[in-house]
């Protein structure tokens, strides 16, 4: 017997936030704009693309949603209007809610007049993503929301955020009430340890190098520059021999290409790298490991470990294996019965149903699906 009061449902309304500062470099990012590399579109999309599909997961969202992607030092936002869940997922980094210190990797709820404040790291990790209930919603640009900042395209005006900014949230997903406090299990998280060597599979010209060069590359250690971006880093390290010349006709980049030019000192191609490419490409990063570097800052030290295909691909699954885990974790703590206090001020518009479950009597709020 449902013990519903009032006949009208209070329309949800999107999130709405105002940036009052814009961080160091806020962008909105989703998985990319895949498909378009044959005219001469970069795909851009999150450099950690583990950390924005698991944060996504997290507050009920599909896992390629657009987010804002934190560099450094993150935002402050007011939220201006309706309410909803966000976490904080990528990096640790010093989160704030009005005010008082809350954990990364964990939905909060927010509501209109909340403040929300990302400040710099405060473990390993340089980029946070920012994920709100029903994804930032900015237009499609060949299908993706994602910013590619050198043509100043996609995104928000197809730049960094600024204050003064307004973004707006897509329809909210069925039931995001009920993610409230549901974190990510220790055991998915992205383990971003300095120390940890970068996965690289050999090729496609590994040929074109002498095999002290390639002792070198596997052996030493490179340092991040301060030519560091999303479209690359240029690493700093020991000169890696070529066989020959440092040119070859232009062919495809994929995304973790490790180049080498002339000078001999690599350079990874990441989010927002160009399409074609006429240097020589000694490895490319396997892509489970492409959070791992890009969560590296200039100054710090890179080293690299050649795996086969088949063990890159196993790294690929496994990181696939880990947000089904999560998505199955959300399933579960989003069905859990859970015991819904009805204040008769706050009864005005919902519906509940009383259960009984192993002899417990529970009031559970019900939302219909639209």
Known sequence: MPISRGSSRKKVVAVKLRVEKGGLLTTVQDLGRWGYQAIGMPVAGAMDGFALQAGNLLVGNDPGAAALELTVMGPVFAVTEGEGVFCLSGAEMDLKINGERVPCWMAHRVK???????????????RGYFCVSGGIDVPLLMESRSTYLRAKIGGFEGRALKAGDVLETGPLPPLWRRLEGFACPGELRPDYDKSRNVRV??????????????????????TITNEADRMGFRLEGPVIEHEGGADII????????????????PVVMLADRQTTGGYT???????????LLAQRMPGEVVRFKAVSFEDALDGAREERARLRALAVARAEYRSTPRSVA?????????????????????????????
């Open 112 to 126: 209109a007049g909340d403040k929300v404040l990302v400040g710099g790291p405060v473990g390993t990790g340089c």
């Open 201 to 222: 599979v050999m090729g496609p010209q590994d040929d074109c190098f002498k095999a002290e060069g390639i002792e070198t590359f596997l052996n030493s250690e490179y």
């Open 250 to 265: 232009s062919d495809g980049i994929p995304l973790g290409a490790v180049q080498v030019p002339g000078h001999g000192k």
């Open 281 to 291: 490409k000694i490895a490319v990063v396997a892509s489970c490991d492409i959070g």
């Open 342 to 370: 009805v204040p008769e001020a706050k009864l005005e518009g919902k519906r509940f149903f009383r259960i009984i479950v192993d002899g417990v009597s529970r009031d559970v709020e019900v939302e219909e699906l639209e």
